[in-house]
């Protein structure tokens, strides 16, 4: 499901990696995210942390809160988000900003010296060319256009083209874009039979039942905020039923990252359950 908007949820058989299910669920994985940014990167990553808790920044009441499909940071505090798009939206690239934003002032704390903002990769997995050159990276910085001088503010937004024509793909980024556009292709590389094997694993009465919660609760989101609006979707009420909801995920064992994403509510509020 891309950001861009409410999808028709597929069936569990369905489900493929580039959907934001299964890409959150295997891609909380270092096996699989570690060697996967380096080889977009070409770096070597010698340790990848996760977060206490998957991201969910809302920097103030009011303000516009985003859900991060996959924030990890590595050894050298370098930031890297992965975010799974295969809605196609205008708005594509003020919503990078946005990403790149709200994470640097998730980082600093009140009164925080700048020196301390991390490097951060925000970089988004794209099933359509938005910039529609055929490429298969478009990698972005600041510069000043007329001298060819970087900024250096340690930025960057990186955006992978799926669609992008075979022939052009880099051999190292190959198996990766032949088994996302078509997942019979597992066989493209070690990471590949890595991914799919977990992603087959995950077909199980377990998960799928995870998955029919996780369904349903966002049928449910649409559902409310169609009938009732947006100002009393936030009543108490429907807080106190969000609450009731994410207690049910975790006794079915779903990560505290799922349940942020399903019902809206706080890494903090999640965890006092």
């Known amino acids: 499901m891309g950001k861009g908007g409410m999808a028709m949820v597929k069936t569990y058989e369905e489900l493929e990696l580039k959907d934001d299910f299964m890409f959150s669920v295997i891609m909380r994985d270092p096996r699989y995210v570690k060697p996967f940014l380096e080889t977009i990167l070409r770096i070597k990553i010698a340790k990848i942390e996760y977060p206490e808790v998957q991201k969910n920044i809302d920097i103030a009441a009011g303000a516009k809160g985003i859900r991060l499909d996959v924030y990890v940071e590595d050894e050298k505090h370098t ?10 939206a205008r708005n594509l690239p003020k919503r990078m900003r946005y990403y790149q934003g709200m994470i640097d002032l998730n980082i600093l704390e009140k009164g ?24 298969p990276v478009y990698f972005f910085r600041s510069w000043d256009v007329e001298k060819g001088l970087p900024l250096d503010d340690l930025s960057y937004t990186i955006v992978l083209n799926m669609k992008c024509s075979p022939e052009k793909v880099p051999e190292a980024l190959k198996p990766f874009y032949e088994y996302l556009n078509d997942p019979k292709k597992n066989e493209a590389s070690e990471l590949t039979r890595m991914i799919d094997e977990r992603v087959r ?25 169609e009938a009732i609006g947006f100002e009393k979707g936030r009543s108490e009420g429907a807080a106190l039923e969000k609450r009731e909801i994410a207690k049910n995920l975790k006794v079915l064992g779903v990560g505290t990252a799922e349940i942020i994403k399903a019902t809206g509510l706080s890494a903090e509020e999640v965890e006092e359950l």
């Open 201 to 225: 694993k995950f077909n199980s009465s377990e998960w799928r039942k995870k998955y029919m919660t996780f369904e349903y609760i966002l049928n449910e989101q649409k559902r409310e905020s």
């Open 79 to 88: 930031v890297f988000n992965l975010e799974m798009q295969t809605t196609t």
């Open 112 to 135: 925080d010296d700048y020196n301390h903002l991390k490097k951060s990769y925000v970089i988004f997995i794209c099933t359509f060319d938005h910039f529609n050159m055929d490429e």
